[in-house]
């Protein structure tokens, strides 16, 4: 079965450099969310999007950026990036629906290390 | 605000005995979700088991099951017959029932298995 697919798994950065971060959800699915998990610290939520629209909003930094687009895969942009950025940022996907919501799917994440 | 507590850091069980693994949380929603996710060595975050608030009746997934105590907000896992294969973080998360799959977790427990 498809999963969801992060690209790219591994993402090296200076300081000051942007990066995108892509997202493909599994066929079907309608929501994304970006989850950023520090270094032996739990997944803190950053913001989901539903039919392309943003649907919530954690704790994201002004630097960082996302949007999902019409084939429904997110890019989550970070500018100006800071050694404090140097994370594994997850993707999920679920399908909303109407009243149903499924479980979320988690991808492998994108490791990015600010130097 | 929702919060989540995993009060033990660290576990270890032998390989083919039981173990417990503990979680509290703190919500003032009457209706929500209670997960239990795995994440090993590469990081794949993987969900092991689910429980719906509503239901009495603890949910059960082969070698994994819970002790869902609604009126203490307590969480637990225990997973029986352990194996090497189970050695991972485990994370406990909640999420408050609706169409947004923000989910909230706690910690982390890293449960080590001996041979």
């Known amino acids: 079965a498809a999963g969801v697919i992060q690209s790219p798994r591994h993402l090296i950065k200076e300081k000051r450099e942007t990066a995108t971060l892509k997202c493909y959800p599994i066929p079907r699915h309608d929501t994304v969310y970006w989850y950023q998990q520090g270094p032996g610290q739990d997944p803190q939520f950053l913001i989901s999007?539903?039919?392309?629209?943003?649907?919530d909003k954690g704790s994201i930094p002004d630097r960082f950026s996302a949007q999902q687009f019409s084939d429904y895969h997110s890019e989550l942009n970070m500018s100006s990036l800071e050694l404090g950025d140097s994370a594994l940022y997850f993707c999920a996907s679920s399908f909303r629906g109407g009243q149903t919501n499924t479980e979320a799917f988690f991808g492998q994440g994108t490791r990015l290390t600010v130097v | 605000a929702q919060t989540v507590t995993q009060s033990q850091p660290e576990m270890s069980v032998q390989e083919a005995e039981t173990v417990t693994l503990s979680c509290t949380y703190d919500?003032?929603?009457?209706?929500?979700?209670l997960f239990w996710y795995k994440q090993p060595p590469s990081r794949q975050m993987i969900l092991v088991i689910r429980?719906?608030?509503?239901?009495?009746q603890n949910a059960t997934e082969n070698r994994f099951s819970v002790n869902f105590q609604k009126a203490a907000k307590s969480f637990s896992l225990k997973i029986s017959d352990s194996q090497l294969g189970d050695a991972a973080m485990y994370f406990c998360?909640?999420?408050?029932?609706?169409?947004?799959?923000?989910?909230?977790f706690g910690k982390g427990t890293l449960l080590t298995v001996n041979p």
């Open positions: 999007f539903y039919e392309k629209m943003q649907s």
């Open positions: 998360a909640y999420r408050r029932r609706g169409s947004n799959y923000k989910l909230t």
């Open positions: 429980q719906e608030a509503y239901k009495q």
């Open positions: 919500t003032s929603e009457s209706d929500y979700y």
